[in-house]
């Protein structure tokens, strides 16, 4: 009965709108601090009702040990990101998590020079992943962070924070690059020297973590991504979250986002469809 | 005064059941994951994930969009074939001491006879037919139990070969559930299964473009329950078989307004998905209900609405 140790009521900490449209939660869940890793999700249940029905998944954005709190960041995208983004301080909410499988390479020591590239909200668990591999010996980290306007640049200052190097494009110009960061990273790859860098850590929308797999791809680095799909049970048994993969000997198939992601190796997704 | 379980014991068709609350197909899968949530030998049956005779990759992506109190799906059927549910999936479904009921889907008649041979088996302890699956290609555009003299033939010739108890699940797109659900009595049906999910769409206004991969899917949930308690109260006026009902069953409530209206027994599906202990809190709170009101047995509440 190992699932049921995964579901937890947790207390909102606090709730803080932090550009327009986009909120930041804090939860105050210790066995959740504990055990997550980057990339992995928790998944909320908004309101003890039938609407909306199913839950909310949200990528851990930071953990907070010492105090046993984590941080979800949110965009307000329908009906049950308006409600959270409602919640009051004390209120608690039904979870289960953390789930899926992250950025599990993340750990790996030969992984010395890394780009981080994000894109939206789907920027969240890039910082979790930055936090974690932050006290590595001879750690080189760049950070690209994409979106469509300035107001939805988010987390520049928790990378600034963590001394990384951080870049912006925003497709109208209101920040940084007028350029997908797809585009930044391209740019980057092309002019850094052979073997810069080893891996490539990417979250956002599906065509951003295409142009990335695929760029990554020409220049032989690993690449990991983290995927957004619509999910139901959230534990690998509907089989709605599915995403089209292809195996090496170039057969396609289905895997389960919630399950075997949410993140993938880059090479691992079959883009045609997307 | 009803005691323990007891009171929730029921036969269903040729079926003994410790209580009368069973999961639905394709909301568990082959309860690899779902048995690390809940001790299954406490639900009082599993109707599996639908399987067919060649494994199914499924439908594009996406497969699921939600809707008020509802969710659509298009999954489309996703299962390893018979050999590969045979070989890995149902050893382990057979660890739980609870009647498995496994849900099969053939491409015509020949293919589902061809299932309910493999599995005619120890342990299998009936089959439902999934003739009114939305999310997969059809001769003609029709389901199978859109249509009474298909539902009948089919019914028959699985009937001819098996001697497990025969569950068939109707779909509720159809003028007349009724004469439907009499085809398959008359055929040979043991039980019947109301209903599968209702066709349903939603459209993405931003991209102009459905929200399902499949365009069309099939939608379960409390925003149906209405509908199919309809479905299963004239249904049971007309058939002598028992009929299993479900569709958005979240509380233990809800089960009992399927009882109360013909059903035998109930399904949780989609209930399933948001919280895998509810189906638990729904067979307690049936107990609970029946000992409060000094029923013996679940039994006697069925079709029970008072004049």
Known sequence: MEGRNLLHKLRVVSNLRVSPGYFKMVLFAPRIAQSAYPGQFIYLLVENTCFPLLRRAFSVHRVREEKGEIEILCKIRGEGTKLLSRKREGEEIEAIGPLGRGFECFSREDYQAVVLVGGGVGIAPLVFLGERIKNRKGMKVLVLIGAKRREEVLCVKDFQDLGYKVEVATEDGSQGRKALVSELLAEHLANAEVCAYNVVYSSGPLPMLKEVARISGEYRLSSYVCVEQKMGCGIGVCRGCAIGVIDKQGRRGYKRVCRDGPVFEGGEIDWTYV | ?307
């Open chain 2, 1 to 307: 005064m009803a005691k323990g379980e007891g009171c929730l014991s029921t036969r269903l068709g040729g079926i003994e059941l410790k209580n009368p609350v069973l999961l639905a197909s394709g909301t568990f899968a082959y309860a690899e994951e779902i048995s690390q949530w809940v001790d299954l030998n406490r639900v009082g049956g599993l109707i599996t994930k639908t399987i067919t005779l060649k494994p199914r990759a499924g439908n594009p992506p996406p497969r699921l969009a939600e809707t008020p109190c509802g969710l659509l799906n298009a999954i489309g059927l996703e299962n390893p074939g018979i050999e590969g549910f045979l070989k890995s999936k149902l050893p382990f479904l057979l660890r739980f001491k609870v009647p498995i009921i496994v849900s099969i889907a053939g491409e015509d008649k020949q293919e589902y006879v061809e299932l309910a041979r493999k599995l005619q088996r120890e342990g299998v302890a009936g089959l439902e037919l999934n003739i009114s699956c939305p999310n997969i290609a059809r001769k003609e555009g029709r389901m199978i139990s859109q249509d009474e003299k298909a539902t009948y033939s089919l019914t028959r010739a699985v009937r001819r070969e098996t001697s497990l108890p025969l569950v068939v699940k109707l779909s509720p797109n159809v003028g007349d559930i009724s004469a439907i659900a009499k085809s398959a009595e008359e055929a040979g049906a043991d039980i019947l299964s109301l209903v599968n999910t209702f066709l349903g769409m939603a459209i993405d206004i931003d991209r102009r473009k459905p929200k399902l991969g499949n365009v069309i899917g099939g939608l379960s949930g409390p925003a149906i329950k209405p509908l199919v308690l309809r479905a299963v109260y004239e249904v049971a006026q007309e058939v002598k078989i028992p009929i299993i009902g479900m569709g958005g069953i979240m509380r233990w409530q809800d089960a009992l307004e399927f009882i109360l209206a013909g059903a035998s027994a109930v399904a949780v599906g989609t209930a399933n998905l948001i919280n895998p202990l509810y189906v638990v809190e729904i067979i307690e709170g049936l107990k609970g209900y029946l000992q409060k009101e000094g029923i013996g047995n679940i039994e006697e509440l069925r079709a029970g609405l008072e004049e």
